[in-house]
């Protein structure tokens, strides 16, 4: 098939129209058909990097509809060229899009993925922690006791094999999170908090956890990616 699947990243923040690349609106002026995780969010973004783009003009589909998958396979066997984008960063990293894009592989579309920002790569870019392993883990659990378990998991597992841990969490329990882990880990590990990542607000810091212990950080119900390593 000589249609094509664009990936198309979105900023990270607000602000952040500046970290993508132009190769960005020259791609979305290729598409006929957008599946998307936030319609009206997708809408609004592309309406800032082409200002000129008749939104109406295109087929829209949600990424977590049920059906997805079998709207994208009729869209790409009439020969459409297909983006997708979720609400921040790079679609199918961290973010929904996974499902769509091995349906295209399946299909053996032509798939372009698009560089753009990603808080994953950026954080542990920043961190000055182990960059040449590293794993993700998403969101932690939310029971404590449970919380705290794999935080000690995690631990172990960079002291044992060296690789660099990597979570996100809720942006209103960020601050219970980081008193989690100056609790319970040891004050050797190290961690990194970095937070607004791309934005003027950005704040990244990497510590032992005996020195974050001494350290009143407030990061409450703003966006943070955290990296463990030792």
């Known amino acids: 098939m000589n249609n094509k699947l664009f990936l198309i990243p979105c ?100 798939i372009h993925p698009l560089v753009g920002p990603s808080s994953i790569l950026l954080a542990l870019m920043a961190s000055g922690l182990n960059g040449q392993q590293f794993q993700f883990h998403g969101y932690l659990p939310i029971q404590e006791q449970e919380r705290q378990k794999a935080l000690k998991k995690l631990e172990a597992d960079a002291v044992k094999s060296g690789t660099t841990q990597i979570f996100i969490e809720t942006p209103y329990r960020n601050n219970a999170l980081i008193q989690t882990m ?22 990244i810091r990497t510590r032992r956890i005996g020195e974050w212990r001494k350290e009143e950080v407030n990061i409450h119900k703003r966006t943070a990616i955290f990296l463990l390593g030792k």
Not at 39 to 64: C, G, H, N, P, T
Not at 183 to 194: E, Y
Request: glycine share 6%; net charge negative; with cysteine.
């Open 11 to 110: 900023p990270i923040t607000e602000e952040g129209l500046h970290t993508l690349s132009p190769e960005i609106t020259d791609a979305v002026k290729q598409c006929e058909v957008f599946f998307v995780e936030n319609e009206r969010s997708a809408r609004r973004f592309l309406k800032k990097i082409w200002k000129e783009m008749v939104i109406d003009d295109y087929s829209w589909f949600v990424i977590q509809d049920e059906g997805a998958a079998a709207q994208f396979r009729a869209q790409a066997l009439s020969g459409k060229n297909i983006g997708i984008i979720s609400d921040a960063g790079c679609p199918g990293v961290a973010d929904p899009g996974q499902d769509l894009i091995a349906v295209a592989q399946e299909m053996q579309l032509n």
């Open 182 to 203: 100056t609790r319970i880990l040891d004050p050797g590990t190290r961690v990194c908090v970095a937070v607004d990542l791309t934005a003027e607000t950005e704040f």
